[in-house]
């Protein structure tokens, strides 16, 4: 076996991708994972293979999350409470997980020296409309009242506390803003926008697209993601450093919905839904996010290699797969 790495919310979308990554290049994996979000499902083809071990369970529990990153050489952080609709149905313990947990697995990390990935978001941009968006520009936060904000300020938060723990102690901490990342086994049950697009034009319901759909985004292939963020832990000179993770090709979401409805030979309506009709009154999106990916592909030679179209039809197929099975 090579290195192993814990992967904590290694039964989400992307931990379950990462792991069998790492498992194929001849890696052991620890996934721990309290199956919020995640599910063992993600993980099932796994859980036989004797280099992986799935641990149930939650990054609060510091005694179980001590050991396991005391006996791993690196760790990828991804557990996370996720997604907009979760973040506002649960967000007390949103906060706590993302802010409390993140410290702890920050701070078991530094006491045993082990490099960590910190997955951040490119939510932590907030409404700032800088087009393409670079590490450094200034994050714009919206007012506390509105709930969606918990989530990137835990998140940017939490880059605090990894960068002053590395500045502090010098110890190995690599963050990475993951933009929106897609394809199969992603849930669309927390308000992701592709794998609902999908469901709606496989199964010729209308296709809701959240208000004028002029709002626009980029999507990465989980593949690409995982890519990205095995290369950021390979290359020591990316310690102390923020990168965003994302695609290029910006896209709005009425396009989305077209070329989703297209691909998958449907017959569905596009149906544009109000914000505060699927939210709350007060919710507010961002126009647009595209990310500056110059500084990672400098930093570990990345580019992202599935476009979009190649990205819809994984996900368009995946989503037939779940329905059939
Ligand atoms: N998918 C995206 O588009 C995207 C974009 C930006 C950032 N991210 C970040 O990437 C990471 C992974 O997200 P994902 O898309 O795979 O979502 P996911 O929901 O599939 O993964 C998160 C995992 O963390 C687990 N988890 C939650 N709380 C936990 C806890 N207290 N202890 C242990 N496990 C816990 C969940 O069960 C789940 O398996 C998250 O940190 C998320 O914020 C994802």
Redesign the pocket.
Known sequence: MGQRYLI????????SHLAERLLARGDGVYA????????RN?IAALLEKPDFRFVP????DEDKLGQLVGTCHFVV???????VKYILENPLASIM??VA?TERVLRYCARYEKPVFL?????VYGLQTRAPLKEDDFCVIGATSVSRWSYACS?ALDEFMALAYHHKKAFPAVIG??????GPR??AA?G?VLPRLADQAISGQPMTVYGDGSQTRTFTHVTDAVEAIIRLLDHPATWGQVYNVGGTEEISIRALAERIRTQAASQSEIRFIAYDQVYNHNFQDMPRRVPDIRKLRQATGFQPRIGLDAIIADVLADRRRQRRG
């Open positions: 904590t919310g290694g039964a989400g979308f992307i931990g721990l994972d309290d199956e919020s979000t995640g599910s993600n369970g939650s990054i609060m952080h991804l557990a996370a409470a996720v997604g997980t993302n947990g997955a951040s978001s490119s939510e998140k803003r993951l933009f929106n990342t897609v992603q849930s927390y992701m």
